[in-house]
């Protein structure tokens, strides 16, 4: 039988709640949570990464409701909890992933951290680069994954005066994924996805390029704008599921791709529009967005419960 999934956008102003199915498998679940990424309002740090968290074989009780949310005390981040609508205190009551930091300045923020996680299994989300010269900033943290670690953003160029690139972002998850390159007298190429694809080009006189599958956008050369880091698609294509949601909560819409995002490209000296983060938990490259946060729940149907045929 088909393993259902249920996927949810969650961030500030995204919260929802979660009515679990009667066929509910106790013995063969897993809930995976990816934190934000951090926003940059401003300054030329780039912003950190989502942490990565997941736990495996949660008990739920059919008809009760999951509460899912983010918290912006310290340490921010995205949780699951089946007790309350709060930051759960352990793994019986639910997890929890870290969110990026915000930038202090020119100092890039920190990735979400996996010590201050909730889960089984947890991984850091990569650090923002830190700004150079003028308003050269550093590119985003990648996100973290369940292959490991979000890459660091590439540094704003700080050595010379006038043609100075943005950082490129980092990449996500893990596996193959590598850091974002330093600006210099162009832009930072983005860090390569899980893959060891998907780096946005580096600007040399135009705007950085845009990641694709988890790689980091590339850096912006002059006045141009860093390029936006790349959607994940290393964790799950969700099709067809019925998912129940109240509140503001996003569910997935069909044949929704799902992973962890890289890191936003920063902005090269004389813009301050970095490259915004992706979803899922990608950094902000400088004065850009970051990314939203992400549950994924996933189970194998239990058999008992009468429902013996289900399309997809």
Same mark, same amino acid.
């Given at each position: 039988? !088909?393993?259902?999934?249920?996927?949810? %956008?969650?961030g500030?102003?995204?919260?929802?709640?979660?009515?679990?199915?009667?066929?509910?498998?106790?013995?063969?679940?897993?809930?995976?949570?990816?934190?934000?990424? *951090?926003t940059?309002p @401003?300054?030329?740090?780039?912003?950190g990464?989502?942490?990565?968290?997941?736990?495996?074989?949660?008990?739920?009780?059919?008809?009760? @409701?999951?509460f899912?949310?983010?918290?912006?005390?310290?340490?921010?981040?995205?949780?699951? $909890?089946?007790?309350?609508?709060?930051?759960?205190?352990?793994?019986?009551?639910?997890?929890? *992933?870290?969110?990026?930091?915000?930038?202090?300045?020119?100092?890039?923020? !920190?990735?979400?951290?996996?010590?201050d996680?909730?889960?089984?299994i %947890?991984f850091?989300?990569?650090t923002?680069?830190n700004?150079?010269?003028? @308003?050269?900033?550093?590119?985003?943290?990648?996100?973290?994954?369940?292959?490991?670690?979000?890459?660091?953003?590439?540094?704003?160029?700080?050595?010379?005066?006038?043609?100075?690139?943005?950082?490129?972002?980092?990449?996500?998850?893990?596996? %193959?994924?590598?850091?974002?390159?330093?600006?210099?007298?162009?832009?930072? *190429?983005?860090?390569?996805?899980?893959?060891?694809?998907?780096?946005?080009?580096?600007?040399?006189?135009t705007?950085?390029?845009?990641?694709?599958?988890?790689?980091?956008?590339?850096g912006?050369?002059?006045?141009?704008?860093?390029? !936006?880091?790349?959607?994940?698609?290393?964790?799950?294509?969700?099709?067809?599921?019925?998912?129940?949601?109240?509140?503001?909560?996003?569910?997935?819409?069909?044949?929704?791709?799902?992973?962890?995002?890289?890191?936003?490209?920063?902005?090269?000296?004389?813009?301050?529009?970095?490259?915004?983060?992706?979803?899922?938990?990608?950094?902000?490259?400088?004065?850009?967005?970051?990314?939203?946060?992400?549950?994924?729940?996933?189970?194998?149907?239990?058999?008992?419960?009468? $429902?013996?045929?289900?399309?997809?």
């Amino acid at each position: 039988m !088909a393993a259902k999934i249920f996927g949810f %956008s969650i961030g500030s102003g995204l919260s929802a709640s979660f009515i679990v199915p009667s066929d509910w498998n106790n013995s063969n679940n897993k809930i995976e949570i990816i934190g934000e990424g *951090a926003t940059v309002p @401003t300054g030329t740090g780039g912003g950190g990464g989502g942490a990565y968290t997941s736990i495996s074989n949660f008990s739920l009780t059919p008809g009760s @409701t999951v509460f899912l949310n983010s918290i912006a005390t310290a340490p921010p981040g995205v949780y699951l $909890n089946k007790n309350s609508d709060t930051k759960p205190s352990s793994t019986s009551d639910g997890a929890f *992933a870290a969110s990026g930091q915000v930038n202090s300045g020119a100092t890039g923020g !920190a990735g979400g951290l996996s010590s201050d996680c909730i889960g089984d299994i %947890s991984f850091s989300g990569g650090t923002g680069g830190n700004g150079g010269t003028g @308003t050269a900033s550093g590119g985003g943290g990648g996100a973290a994954g369940p292959s490991g670690t979000g890459k660091n953003g590439g540094n704003g160029d700080a050595t010379t005066a006038g043609d100075d690139g943005g950082g490129g972002g980092g990449g996500a998850n893990g596996g %193959s994924s590598t850091a974002g390159s330093n600006g210099t007298t162009a832009g930072g *190429a983005g860090g390569q996805g899980p893959a060891g694809t998907g780096a946005g080009t580096g600007g040399n006189g135009t705007a950085g390029g845009a990641g694709s599958n988890g790689g980091g956008g590339g850096g912006g050369d002059q006045a141009q704008n860093g390029g !936006a880091g790349g959607d994940g698609t290393d964790l799950v294509t969700i099709n067809f599921q019925p998912v129940i949601v109240s509140g503001v909560g996003n569910s997935f819409s069909p044949a929704f791709i799902v992973g962890s995002g890289g890191g936003g490209g920063g902005s090269g000296n004389g813009s301050t529009i970095g490259g915004n983060g992706a979803t899922f938990g990608g950094g902000a490259g400088g004065t850009a967005a970051g990314a939203v946060g992400l549950v994924l729940i996933t189970y194998e149907p239990r058999l008992d419960t009468g $429902n013996m045929f289900m399309l997809f």
